[in-house]
Each structure stands twice: as structure tokens, then as C-alpha cells.
Nanobody
Framework: QAQFVESGGGLVQPGGSLRLSCAASGSIFSMDFMAWYRQAPGKQRELVASITRRSSTNYADSVKGRFTVSRDNAKNAVYLQMNSLKPEDTAVYYC?????????WGQGTQVTVSS
């Protein structure tokens, strides 16, 4: 059973960058689809970016061109590089497989974009 621990969030000014990390306790090598999700206050959790085992990626339109997802199967880790951050990117960010499994949700990492 995999569990995920997210880290790397924080407070950043608009236009700034952050790199999120997701550490998996189980092997993610066998998981074809990994993804980052986010949930803003008062909104439903949404898919931000996904990556296959062979590193084929897909992004939500709202982050395309600004965010980059990557994975290191040897380290059981998934990353999200976020550039040109906007206030509307403020949310708690989570990783999970895609489609997500409820028992795999971690605590997430808070990203706040504000001046």
C-alpha cells in the first residue's frame, strides 16, 4: 500500500517559484499514472498535472506553460516545479495516483501566493 508525503510548499510572491516534492512509501514504479492535485478554500479538489511511468505528462489549462511535473522512480518521488505563480494558485497541493484512491491522500502542502 502506497502512502504519499508532500513537502515544499510555502508563502511566495506573485511571479515567484516553488518546487514541491512527493515521497512515496511504496514503490511507485509500478504505478503508471501519478498526479498532483490541489484544493483551494471553498473549492473542489482538482487535477493539476499528471505523469506516466515513462514520463509522458499532461497539465490543466490553468497551469500549462508554468508548471512542470517530473518523477524519479528510483527514489519513489514525484515533483512539481511551479513558476510564474499567481494568487489563484493558492491551495493545498496533494499527490496521488491518477485516478486517485481515497486512502492514499496525504496531508498535502500549503502553497500561498500573495504579496
Amino acid at each position: 500500500q502506497a502512502q504519499f508525503v508532500e513537502s515544499g510548499g510555502g508563502l511566495v510572491q506573485p511571479g515567484g517559484s516553488l518546487r514541491l516534492s512527493c515521497a512515496a512509501s511504496g514503490s511507485i514504479f509500478s504505478m503508471d499514472f501519478m498526479a498532483w492535485y490541489r484544493q483551494a478554500p471553498g473549492k473542489q479538489r482538482e487535477l493539476v498535472a499528471s505523469i506516466t511511468r515513462r514520463s509522458s505528462t499532461n497539465y490543466a489549462d490553468s497551469v500549462k506553460g508554468r508548471f512542470t511535473v517530473s518523477r524519479d522512480n528510483a527514489k519513489n518521488a514525484v515533483y512539481l516545479q511551479m513558476n510564474s505563480l499567481k494568487p489563484e494558485d493558492t491551495a493545498v497541493y496533494y499527490c496521488n495516483i491518477n485516478p486517485p484512491i481515497a486512502r492514499y491522500w496525504g496531508q498535502g502542502t500549503q502553497v500561498t501566493v500573495s504579496s
